[in-house]
């Protein structure tokens, strides 16, 4: 599966949109883009997902380098309860195993009040 | 609201055990994974499973089993618990496809004595 990077740490204000920046340079084109976060003590959860093109829903925005080496994942207005962990993974055809479903040691995101 | 759910939460056993963690969903999803997690750390697969009598061993070597008799149940067995398997265990779901969210449970902590 393709790899990802992202930062270790960020931190954003409460009430402030947050940039959660993701490259994932060796990309092929079938992959597509996740990303989940877990909150402390919590099972991951699924926040969104793209192929392409920028998506939104409820949760954040996802929006997707032309090239598609990298991603961002924008909060609009970050709240206490976003404080967590957000990973970023690549779904793709891997010949065989869990689709990608393969997590790194993704972003710890710190709200501060 | 996730359909998926894992007992007990939280397990204390003694050495030489052996221990049986539960995960059912009731979302008919052919895919299911388990992760195992030490705390601060990132998420590891150790075992998935396409569908009933399908089972595969994940990207970390676990001494853990797994079977999968019923689409909605996909139980982890240790044969013999030892301290080395304290530990976080999460079970996951999904439909089959690169475009489709998985769904976690919210763990099983593990502490062999």
């Known amino acids: 599966d393709a790899k990802t990077t992202q930062p270790n740490s960020m931190e954003s204000n409460e009430e402030e949109p947050v940039h959660l920046p993701c490259n994932h340079s060796t990309i092929s084109g079938t992959d597509y883009i996740h990303w989940y976060r877990q909150l402390p003590s919590q099972g991951p959860e699924y926040v969104i997902h793209g192929l392409t093109s920028n998506v939104n829903n409820r949760m954040a925005s996802l929006a997707i380098a032309e090239d598609r080496k990298s991603s961002t994942l924008i909060l609009h207005r970050a709240t206490l309860r976003d404080a967590a962990v957000y990973y970023c993974i690549l779904r793709g055809y891997s010949g065989g195993g869990a689709d990608g479903l393969t997590f790194g040691k993704g972003t710890h995101l710190i709200i501060q009040p | 609201e996730a359909d998926i759910y894992q007992t007990p939460r939280y397990l204390v056993i003694g050495t030489g055990k052996k221990i049986t963690l539960e995960c059912s969903q009731t979302m008919g999803h052919d895919k299911m994974y388990w992760y195992q997690q030490d705390p601060g750390m990132e998420l590891h697969l150790i075992h998935y499973s396409y569908g009933v009598n399908s089972t595969e061993k994940g990207d970390l070597s676990s001494e853990s089993t797994v079977s999968r008799i019923r689409t909605e149940h996909f139980p982890l067995t240790l044969e013999s618990a030892r301290p080395s398997h304290t530990s976080q265990y999460l079970c996951?779901?999904?439909?089959?496809?690169?475009?489709?969210?998985?769904?976690f449970g919210q763990g099983t902590r593990l502490t062999v004595v």
């Open positions: 996951a779901s999904s439909e089959f496809g690169r475009a489709t969210e998985a769904f």
